[in-house]
């Protein structure tokens, strides 16, 4: 009996993550409402909070696959690239990043829409999978900085990444201190190219 219970708690919140994918992908973390989800699923609004502790647990389960999506998307880029020219490397990541947030904006910006008050607060997994995002960054960066310390390298990592995110971020919703689209790709390689590079690589 146990493991029947089991059994339908798994296809339950599998059913609802699916659910909640969908309606991400099309408007956002908006759109992801427990009334309209459970009317879907075929359940109880209450039996979603048996399964998630919250609708930030459930979003969190679509930005898992979300930020997934993103790694396969950059580290195939990655993988086009010739080996041996880090910079050219990350400008490749960059701009798959910024392909990646123009074809599916509203899931791209529900990675960054949902609030939670400290990293305390998130789930271990959860931080795993943006670390993944990450270490794909600082790869290519140590290659360039061979004798930054770990530490900085962190927290380069985490500027770059931040820069061109806001790069991206402005570009997308045409804010005044933005580019226009066609010219974030152009924009991108300008920064990594002066800001990254070593003399021998310009």
């Excluded at 910006?109 to 999978?129: A, I």
Aim: include cysteine; glycine fraction near 6%.
């Amino acid at each position: 009996m146990a493991g029947k219970v089991q059994k339908k708690r798994e296809d339950l919140r599998a059913k609802l993550i699916d659910l909640a994918e969908e309606r991400i992908k099309v408007g956002g973390i908006s759109a992801v409402r427990a009334r309209d989800l459970a009317k879907e699923a075929g359940c109880a609004v209450g039996a979603i909070y048996n399964v998630f502790g919250d609708m930030n647990d459930l979003v969190m389960a679509v930005n898992a696959r979300t930020f997934k999506r993103v790694g396969a998307q950059v580290s195939a880029a990655v993988a086009a690239e010739p080996p041996g020219h880090p910079v050219k490397t990350m400008i490749a990541m960059s701009h798959a990043y910024l392909h990646f947030a123009r074809d599916n904006t509203p899931a791209w910006r529900t990675l960054f829409d949902l609030e939670v008050s400290t990293e305390e607060s998130v789930p271990k997994w959860y931080l795993e999978e943006l670390q993944k995002v990450f270490s794909l960054i600082a790869d290519p960066l140590k290659r360039i900085f061979p004798d930054m310390s770990p530490e900085d390298v962190s927290l380069m990592t985490r500027g770059l990444f931040s820069s061109v995110h806001g790069i991206v971020l402005l570009g997308l919703e045409k804010r005044i201190s933005g580019v226009p689209i066609d010219q974030l790709e152009h924009m991108i390689t300008l920064v990594f190219s002066h800001l990254t590079s070593t003399p021998s690589e310009k």
